[in-house]
């Protein structure tokens, strides 16, 4: 190798930027979504509950739905409960690393508050099979309308659905708008949902 091209060779290894990989991306992505603000997150959860009830009424298959009790920052969907009294409701319990949905009807007595500060259900109530549950409104730091989900990182969700070999639930990710980016950096193990729905609209 000439001196020239040895010089320019080690010219290009130090100028050189490494590509972020997609943890990376992703931290950056959740440090992005931390700085947000909803102006108004009671008006904007009223507005997604009733883009969800609608489609819920359109779809009287989904009998079994799995909900969350909302953290700071995520859609409140309690009232959904009320407006389908006669449909079954499940909420997820963490344990460990895995997570399961427990049915519950009267959510002030039945959740509890975990060591991490998070209302989950109580460890005795009935387990739904995921087999079981139709529909799973899906809670996330940020969206795309395509369908990709930027979780908090601890992967429950992906984990829980990588079980459904037989009938996966309708998956449809709940945010504010203000979260729904132009691109996410997707991995093999993150599910897809199927629909995104928040409070300016609900994607195809």
């Known amino acids: 190798m000439h001196a020239s091209q040895a010089l320019a060779s080690r010219e290009l290894r130090i100028y050189q930027v490494p590509i972020p990989s997609s943890d990376e991306n992703k931290r950056a992505l959740r440090r992005h979504c931390r700085s947000l603000t909803v102006s108004d997150p009671v008006a904007d959860s009223h507005i997604i509950v ?8 359109q779809h009287p298959e989904w009998q079994c739905i799995a909900i969350y009790y909302p953290l700071p920052g995520e859609p409140d969907l309690q009232h959904l409960a009320a407006l389908f009294p ?21 959510p002030s007595a039945q959740l509890t508050l975990n060591r991490w ?88």
């Open 50 to 57: 009733q883009k969800t009830a609608h489609l819920l009424e």
């Open 117 to 204: 500060n998070l209302h989950e259900p109580l460890p005795h109530l009935p387990v739904t099979d995921i087999s079981d549950i139709d529909l799973m409104l899906c809670p996330g730091m940020a969206f795309t309308a395509q369908g990709h989900r930027l979780g908090k990182g601890k992967g429950y969700y992906d984990r829980y659905l990588a079980r459904a070999t037989q009938k996966k639930p309708y998956c449809i990710g709940v945010t504010y708008a203000i979260f729904l980016l132009d691109h996410i950096p997707c991995d093999e193990h993150d599910v897809m949902m199927d629909r995104i729905i928040t409070d300016a609209g609900v994607s195809p």
């Open 86 to 106: 006669h449909r079954t409701f499940v909420y997820p319990r963490i344990h460990g690393d895995d997570m399961s949905f427990h049915h519950i009807t009267r």
